[in-house]
């Protein structure tokens, strides 16, 4: 999966954003695994987008949130907006809880966001994020039965080769052996 930080075009004068990843230190949650953080300091329109590297589909099932300030000083909303490569987009909003101590909640996506998504914008001010669940399509029915006829064909074809043992009479050198045709 690749996850970029995308500066809308007309947008470069303000700079750009950064995200880190990190285990917590300072003033941020702690969860004792690394998870990825993000700020928006300096471009008040760059987000966050992520898409596989193949460009394949996915679906998103579940994700960690956090505010990345402990401790938070109010609730942060984050979105996601998915693209599926057909149908028009979806979005699911969390919010995080709130003033207090920051501290990762789990949600999960709605069935909108199960598969078929070419990629994923996060927009929020800032965010914490561990344990982003996705999915990856199976290979279809049809494909599998291709394959295994593919597989069946070249069998077949593999056994009608027959092989011709030398004759006696021919004296043995290290290259005589079958010969398959």
């Not at 917590?24 to 471009?43: Q, S, V």
């Not at 078929?116 to 800032?126: E, H, Q, T």
Request: net charge positive.
């Amino acid at each position: 999966m690749w996850l970029q930080v995308v500066v809308p075009p007309g947008t470069s004068g303000y700079g750009y954003d950064d995200m880190g990843i990190t285990f917590g230190a300072g003033n941020t949650p702690r969860n004792g695994t690394a998870f990825m953080g993000w700020a928006r300091l300096h471009n008040p329109y760059d987000y966050v987008e992520l898409h596989l590297t193949n460009g394949s589909t996915f679906g998103l099932t579940s994700v960690q949130l956090a505010d990345p300030v402990n401790p938070s000083l109010s609730p942060v909303s984050i979105s996601f907006i998915g693209y599926p490569a057909v149908g028009s987009a979806v979005t699911n909003t969390f919010t995080t809880p709130g003033p207090g101590p920051s501290t990762f909640t789990a949600y999960t996506f709605n069935t909108q966001f199960a598969s078929g998504l070419s990629r994923v914008d996060i927009l929020a001010p800032r965010w914490a994020m561990d344990n982003l669940a996705f999915t990856v399509p199976e290979p279809g029915t049809g494909a599998l039965v291709g394959l295994g006829l593919l597989a069946f064909a070249m069998r077949k074809r593999g056994a009608g080769a027959h092989c011709v043992k030398p004759a006696p009479s021919r004296p043995r050198t290290p290259s005589a052996g079958l010969h398959c045709h």
